[in-house]
């Protein structure tokens, strides 16, 4: 069964400073996405990045960048320079190989990032 | 402007009282899919929907229906909402077998009194 552990429940940094929310995944398939999502306070769910299986390149987006690694189950997410409006839950998600029909996701239980100005 | 639209947003109900929750997409997705996320949990999937007149269950159906006569719409429905259906709901959609980005709605914060 596939499963999304993220450890951190909460974070508070100072503005400005890095941050890193862990996401550690476990599944029995070899093709799998990964996924994390922003829920700010207003509560809607923004998509951030999407990561398959095959694709181990760390990618850098702005001031976010993602650490995907294989060996170790995991696919972090670090934001550089952190801002107020950087403040949300987090979602790492996971969802196996489409081919089987259901696309569900499955979602780790979120890591709340406060920014403090 | 592609979106996935819910309704309504908020919604405070009594025990017993038959409830629809409408979801709405403009993209053309397969798939649909209705999640509930509660705290300390997360969000888990509730039904879903391959394409019109396919629908199974998610992890959590307990105390849900479901349909799909359009392609563009999935109605989460509750026949006979208890206290433990107080949750925020959200509906997404996605092409189906490729593992695709899913698009959220707005959410639904509905409260079972």
């Known amino acids: 069964a596939q499963k999304v552990t993220q450890a951190q429940t909460e974070i508070s940094v100072v503005e400005k400073e890095d941050v890193t929310l862990d996401c550690v995944y476990e599944t029995r398939d070899t093709t799998y996405y990964l996924f994390w999502y922003k829920q700010p306070p207003s509560g809607e769910l923004v998509f951030l990045i999407r990561r398959n299986s095959f694709d181990e390149q760390n990618e850098i987006s702005g001031r976010y960048s993602w650490n995907f690694q294989k060996s170790t189950s995991s696919f972090n997410f670090t934001i550089t320079a952190s801002q107020v409006v950087d403040s949300a839950v987090y979602f790492c998600a996971l969802s196996e190989d489409p081919n089987f029909g259901n696309e569900k996701l499955t979602f780790g239980t979120g890591t709340r990032l406060t920014i403090i100005p | 402007e592609a979106q996935v639209t819910q309704n309504p947003r908020y919604l405070i109900t009594v025990t017993g009282k038959k409830l629809t929750v409408t979801c709405s997409q403009n993209?053309?997705?397969?798939?649909m899919s209705w999640y509930r996320q509660d705290p300390g949990l997360g969000l888990r999937q509730i039904y879903y929907?391959?394409?019109?007149?396919?629908?199974d269950k998610g992890d959590v159906p307990e105390g849900y229906k479901v349909s799909r006569k359009e392609k563009r719409n999935f109605p989460l429905i509750l026949e006979s909402p208890s206290p433990n259906q107080t949750s925020l709901y959200f509906c997404?959609?996605?092409?189906?077998?490729?593992?695709?980005?899913?698009?959220f709605g707005p959410g639904t914060r509905l409260t079972v009194l």
């Open positions: 993209m053309n997705h397969e798939y």
């Open positions: 929907s391959m394409n019109v007149e396919v629908t």
């Open positions: 997404a959609s996605s092409l189906p077998g490729t593992g695709d980005t899913q698009y």
